[in-house]
């Protein structure tokens, strides 16, 4: 069965990194893009960031993260990453990773292009 457990969130002051993982089971990591999203309170859940399969390799950022935030895989360890520096009280929010059996991800980050979704880990930027 095809899971995604992301991990590594927490309460951090302004300026702070984090770094969130997606660990995979069930399936191989190669062969799937992977997104990362979050949802903040009263807000539409919106993309992040994306890194395609393998085959793929591209990375997409959106816009409020693009220069902070980056997307490292590492297959053999079926895990995906996001880290996320110079954090601010506007990233505050559940951050959730997504996959897809898809060679490429797309830009735009939607989330009507993900099947398979983890749970979520709360991210909390506050001083």
């Known amino acids: 069965q095809l899971q995604l457990v992301e991990s590594g969130g927490g309460l951090v002051q302004p300026g702070a990194s984090l770094r969130l993982s997606c660990a995979a089971s069930g399936f191989i990591l190669d062969y799937y893009s992977i997104g990362w999203f979050r949802q903040a309170p009263g807000k539409e859940r919106e993309g992040v960031s994306c890194i395609s399969s393998n085959s793929g390799n591209s990375v997409n950022y959106a816009d409020p993260v693009k220069g902070r935030f980056t997307i490292p895989r590492d297959n053999a360890k079926g895990t995906v990453y996001l880290e996320m520096n110079s954090l601010n009280p506007d990233d505050t929010a559940i951050y959730y990773c997504?996959?897809?059996?898809?060679?490429?991800?797309?830009?735009?980050?939607?989330?009507?292009?993900?099947?398979?979704w983890g749970q979520g880990t709360q991210v909390t930027v506050s001083s």
């Open positions: 997504a996959a897809e059996s898809r060679r490429y991800c797309s830009g735009y980050i939607l989330v009507a292009e993900y099947t398979y």
